[in-house]
């Protein structure tokens, strides 16, 4: 069983940057598909960006394309989010999540196709 902690998250000011990490253990890291998303009080559970086990492969929510950055370090069992021109609609709590099934990399900003997820670290944008 994998188990995912993330950190990184804090208050920043519109236009400031943040980078989250989620940090894995168990061995099967590197060979699972991994992915974030965010949760806004009194909203549903929102896709963010998703990274294939090699890295080659991303994909992103429109809103976070050209600011949000998804990267993973296979040797740290590491996942980070670079998130950089935040916006108060950024505000949530954010979560990363891993599976090991196949699909289209689109397919993967479906909550339910993953197997595990960390508790989440608050992200507070102020305008």
């Known amino acids: 069983q994998v188990q995912l902690v993330e950190s990184g998250g804090g208050l920043v000011q519109a236009g400031g940057s943040l980078r989250l990490s989620c940090a894995a253990s168990?061995?099967?890291?590197?060979?699972?598909?991994m992915g974030w998303f965010r949760q806004a009080p009194g909203k549903e559970r929102d896709f963010v960006a998703v990274?294939?086990?090699?890295?080659?492969?991303?994909y992103y929510t429109d809103s976070v394309k050209g600011r949000f950055t998804i990267s993973r370090d296979n040797a740290k069992n590491t996942l980070y989010l670079q998130m950089n021109s935040l916006k108060p609609e950024d505000t949530a709590v954010y979560s990363c999540?891993?599976?090991?099934?196949?699909?289209?990399?689109?397919?993967?900003?479906?909550?339910?196709?993953?197997?595990?997820w960390g508790q989440g670290t608050q992200v507070t944008v102020s305008s």
């Open positions: 168990g061995r099967t890291f590197s060979t699972n598909v």
């Open positions: 990274i294939s086990w090699s890295g080659v492969s991303t």
């Open positions: 999540a891993g599976t090991s099934r196949s699909y289209s990399i689109s397919h993967y900003s479906e909550p339910n196709v993953y197997d595990y």
